[in-house]
Nanobody
Framework: VQLQASGGGLVQPGASLRLSCAAS????????VAWFRQAPGKERIFVAY????????SYADSVKGRFATSRNNADNTVYLQMNNLKFEDSGVYYC?????????????????????WGQGTLVTVSS
């Protein structure tokens, strides 16, 4: 599967954005998908996790209650709705995928767990 993230932009604090992660391939429904954020000079950190089964998503504590991830397997797309954006939410957002039922090497919050990455989309929160 190949991934392409989009939807980033420049917004003011308190605004909303919706990111999309479009996947190619007919087996997208077999993949768990995560969102990560990378600020300049910083490591890539976990933001949200969307299970292939459609179970409850998981979020980093810093975005709980503000961000929501969802997926539409029919359209091969995973979304990240970001509300009440803060300065510290700025960075390049990446979606990453790992096929379900393959050996787990790290936790789902660890970027090393994922084999497939999109190219990233930049989110800048600035006044």
């Amino acid at each position: 599967v190949q991934l392409q993230a989009s939807g980033g932009g420049l917004v003011q604090p308190g605004a909303s954005l919706r990111l999309s992660c479009a996947a190619s391939g007919r087996t997208f429904s077999s993949y768990n998908v995560a969102w990560f954020r990378q600020a300049p000079g910083k490591e890539r950190i976990f933001v949200a996790y969307n299970r292939r089964s459609g179970g409850s998503p998981s979020y980093a504590d810093s975005v709980k209650g503000r961000f929501a991830t969802s997926r539409n397997n029919a359209d091969n797309t995973v979304y990240l709705q970001m509300n009440n954006l803060k300065f510290e939410d700025s960075g390049v957002y990446y979606c990453a995928a790992k096929r379900a039922f393959t050996p787990v090497r790290y936790t789902y919050t660890d970027a090393r767990e994922y084999d497939t990455w999109g190219q990233g989309t930049l989110v800048t929160v600035s006044s």
